[in-house]
């Protein structure tokens, strides 16, 4: 999912340039812009359906692409909210843990 030109940039302010979708800040704005939540939603809920529908229950991965312009705002505070969502609503059935990766940045 590419949300350049998506949601609240952050890069615009540059307050909050050189913060990164792991701050606060930056995630507050991100996630408060219209249509963010929604996305965060859609995306768990893609991610457990997929999850669901494996024949075979020993199949544990599913892996969700978030990306932006840079990298560094939108798309990691997005990730990092679909994440949590995704552990919140986990299937009590299967062990299930929810994790993200972030390239060039440290957590």
């Known amino acids: 999912m590419d949300l350049s030109g998506q949601l609240g940039n952050p890069a ?3 307050a909050m340039r050189q913060l990164t ?3 606060k ?3 507050d704005h991100v ?9 965060v ?4 809920v893609s991610a457990k359906a997929i999850l669901d529908s494996y024949a075979d229950k020993r199949h ?3 892996r969700a692409t978030i990306a932006s ?4 705002h939108r798309s990691v505070a997005v990730a990092e909210a679909s994440r949590s969502t995704c552990a919140a609503t986990a299937s009590a059935s299967r062990s299930t843990t929810a994790t993200s990766r972030r390239r060039g940045l440290t957590p």
Do not use: F, H, Q, W
Not at 31 to 39: C, D, N, V
Not at 41 to 44: F, G, L, T, V
């Open 12 to 14: 615009a302010d540059p």
């Open 21 to 23: 979708g792991l701050d």
């Open 25 to 27: 800040k930056v995630a």
């Open 31 to 39: 996630l408060g812009t219209s249509g963010a939540m929604p996305m």
């Open 41 to 44: 939603e859609r995306i768990a």
């Open 60 to 62: 544990k991965v599913v």
């Open 69 to 72: 312009r840079n990298g560094r």
